[in-house]
């Protein structure tokens, strides 16, 4: 059984760190780019972060480079979105999936283009 799992979030205030973790299993991960998506109230799903399976390359839009850092750990089959310096834009629920592309679908914020979702998880940054 396919499964994505998504943690870390929560409520912190303006400034603050929070880190999410998207643990896997019932596939191959480590044959997949794994990307972070977020949606706001009101918003589409937009594709923010992404690490590719072969080479690790990682990709960020524009908002979040320089505050948020992706890592991938295939012995534990987890990803982690380090956030920090957060700002109430932010507040969003945030998914992981899998990207058969290389990160090809995140970057497009393609959401077709991903083979495996997880359930998101919320982050509220206010104060």
């Known amino acids: 059984q396919v499964q994505l799992v998504a943690s870390g979030g929560g409520l912190v205030q303006p400034g603050g760190s929070l880190r999410l973790s998207c643990a896997t299993s019932g596939f191959v991960s480590e044959r997949y780019a794994i990307g972070w998506f977020r949606q706001a109230p009101g918003k589409e799903r937009e594709g923010i972060s992404c690490?590719?399976?072969?080479?690790?390359?990682?990709y960020y839009t524009d908002s979040v480079k320089g505050r948020f850092t992706i890592s991938r750990d295939n012995v534990k089959n987890t990803v982690y979105l380090q956030m920090i310096n957060l700002k109430p834009e932010d507040t969003a629920v945030y998914y992981c999936a899998a990207d058969p592309l290389g990160c090809r679908s995140v970057v497009a914020s393609d959401i077709y283009g991903l083979e495996y979702w997880g359930k998101g998880t919320p982050v509220t940054v206010s104060s």
């Open positions: 690490i590719a399976d072969s080479d690790e390359n990682t």
